[in-house]
C-alpha cells in the first residue's frame, strides 16, 4: 500500500503565478515531511521540510503547508520561475524516508 | 565535498549475473539508504540502515542484498539480475532522524538484458 500519494503526475503553471503541489499520506506516525526536487540525469536535492508539530514552514519562494487531521501536506512556490520545472517529490520521515509517486511540474513562459 | 559518491554511473548486465553498487559517503552520516526510480513510480526505498551493522527493508527489497560493516559505505548487491531490476539507483546519506535532509548520489543507470 502507498504510504504516499502525490496524485497529480504532473501541473503546469504560467510563469509568475503560484504552483501548488499536493501531498497525502496514511500513517500518521512520521514526524517529519520533506519535499525534493529532482532535474532529469540527476539525484533528487532538499528543498524544504516542516515537522508533525508545526503547520506552515517558509523559505523564500517556498512555503509547505500540513494539515494533520487532514494527513495533506502542500508546496507552494510564488512566483514560479521556468528553474521551478522539474519533478518534485514529497516524502515522510521516521527511522526511514519513503517517497511519493512524484509531480512533474512545468513553468511556461 | 564528495558527499554521495555512487560507482559505476552506467552499466549493462546480462540476466544472472550478480555485481555490486557501490555507494560512500563523507559526511558521518548514520543514515544510508538504496532507492530504485522507475517511471511513473517514483522513488522506492529497497534497503536502509541506521548505523554500522544496521540494516533493514525498505519497500521493495526483494532481490537485493545489502551490509553496514563501516559508516562510510552501503553496497548494494544484486546477487542474480533480472529485466526487472532495470532502473536508475540512487544512494542517500543522512543524519540519523529528525528534520534532516538527505543528500543524494547522482545515480547509478543499470540495464539487464
Known amino acids: 500500500d502507498q504510504q504516499v500519494k502525490q496524485n497529480s503526475p504532473s501541473l503546469s503553471v504560467q510563469e509568475g503565478r503560484i504552483s501548488i503541489l499536493n501531498c497525502d499520506y496514511t500513517n500518521s506516525m512520521f514526524d517529519y515531511f520533506l519535499w525534493y526536487k529532482k532535474y532529469p540525469a540527476e539525484g533528487p536535492t532538499f528543498l524544504i521540510s516542516i515537522s508533525s508539530i508545526k503547520d506552515k514552514n517558509e523559505d523564500g519562494r517556498f512555503t509547505v503547508f500540513l494539515n494533520k487531521s487532514a494527513k495533506h501536506l502542500s508546496l507552494h512556490i510564488v512566483p514560479s520561475q521556468p528553474g521551478d520545472s522539474a519533478v518534485y517529490f514529497c516524502?515522510?520521515?521516521?527511522?526511514?524516508?519513503?517517497f511519493g509517486k512524484g509531480t512533474r511540474l512545468h513553468i511556461l513562459p | 565535498n564528495a558527499g554521495v559518491t555512487q560507482t559505476p554511473k552506467f552499466q549493462v548486465l546480462k540476466t544472472g549475473q550478480s555485481m555490486t553498487l557501490q555507494c560512500a559517503q563523507d559526511m558521518n552520516h548514520e543514515y544510508m539508504s538504496w532507492y530504485r526510480q522507475d517511471p511513473g513510480m517514483g522513488l522506492r526505498l529497497i534497503h536502509y540502515s541506521v548505523g554500522a551493522g544496521i540494516t533493514d527493508q525498505g519497500e521493495v527489497p526483494n532481490g537485493y542484498n545489502v551490509s553496514r560493516s563501516t559508516t562510510e559505505d552501503f553496497p548494494l548487491r544484486l546477487l542474480s539480475a533480472a529485466p526487472s531490476q532495470t532502473s536508475v539507483y540512487f544512494c542517500?546519506?543522512?543524519?540519523?532522524?529528525?528534520?534532516?535532509?538527505?543528500?543524494f548520489g547522482q545515480g547509478t543507470r543499470l540495464t539487464v538484458v
Open positions: 542517500a546519506s543522512s543524519p540519523r532522524g529528525g528534520e534532516t535532509e538527505a543528500f
Open positions: 516524502a515522510l520521515r521516521d527511522d526511514k524516508i519513503i
